[in-house]
């Protein structure tokens, strides 16, 4: 299925938002809430793409079935006016070729994978792992390098071999390291995303498309204001956006784990979340009162 949002240089859209998977009060996927948060996303926060079934998504503690179902809920919700990406990545490159083929099935427009975790592999590995989800379907597909999670980076060399192939279009890159990206783009037409919160618009200005972020869950809207100033000339606004939304980065991506802390944000927002699923625990009392404070400083209305 055509990406709704995709265009030439931005393949998935420009900003997308990794979103969690709203749960009810027993553990359960909270379908309902997966197709409010998604409509919000899109219709309040600016979002012209979503990332389902990520790290924020709490991919590692949901079954295959579970993902389907969150993913066939967003397309529902949002596939006509969004770029609906799927993770499909995990350690086992088999499984993750299931996963994607299970995803194109259901109508998604794009596929994220992930580096394999734990095992960590060779480049070789890397490369024929990332090969094989992409011969799985006719799907474009945007890799995910983050050794801070993962422990292992994608090398320059095997970003300028996986660019070779036709339906691998993307990087999400949240690695930090600018300069490498910057010579894997000039070397390639692999587009680059952001996925760090802290280092968006620096991503911009090395030359990313857009982002994948967390903290577009409560501020999409700014997030795409600063995407459009800073592409149409306008840095000084742009960094200025950058610079008003520093405390809500601090206190969704610093404090805990980010899919803990973004929970908590949309709760005092009083949007679909839930909890989290062990081996996450929710945020405490003392981290939601210092949550609601950074939310305060960047701009963010909570409720009482």
Known sequence: MASPTGTSDAPFGRMLTAM??????????????????????????????????GTTGESATTSDAEKELILR???????????????AGTYDTHHSAGLARAAERAGA????????????????GLYRHFSAIADATGLPVMLYDIPGRTGTKIAEETLLRLSAHPRIAAVKDATGDLFAG???????????????DALNLPWL???????????????????????????????????????????????????????????????????????????????TAEQIALLREDLVAGGVKVRD
């Open 20 to 53: 969690v998977t709203p749960f009810t009060a027993d553990g359960a996927v909270d379908t309902e809430g997966v197709q409010r948060l998604a409509a919000y996303l899109v219709d309040e926060q600016r979002n012209d793409g979503i990332v389902v079934s």
């Open 73 to 87: 809920a967003v397309l529902e919700a949002v596939g006509d006016r969004a770029t609906v990406v799927a993770g």
């Open 109 to 124: 427009h794009g596929l994220l994978a992930v580096t394999p975790y734990y095992n960590k592999p060779p480049q070789e």
């Open 182 to 196: 910057s010579r894997v783009m000039a070397a390639t037409d692999l587009v680059f995303y952001s996925g760090d």
């Open 205 to 283: 200005s090395v030359g990313a498309a857009g982002l994948v972020s967390v903290v577009g869950h409560v501020v999409g809207a700014d997030l795409a204001s600063m995407i459009q100033l800073f592409q149409s000339g306008h840095v000084e606004g742009a960094r200025s956006v950058h610079q008003r939304l520093l405390p809500i980065v601090t206190g969704i991506m610093t404090r805990t784990q980010g899919a803990i802390m973004v929970k908590a944000a949309l709760g005092l927002l009083g949007r679909p979340a839930g909890p989290v699923r062990l081996p996450l625990v929710d945020a």
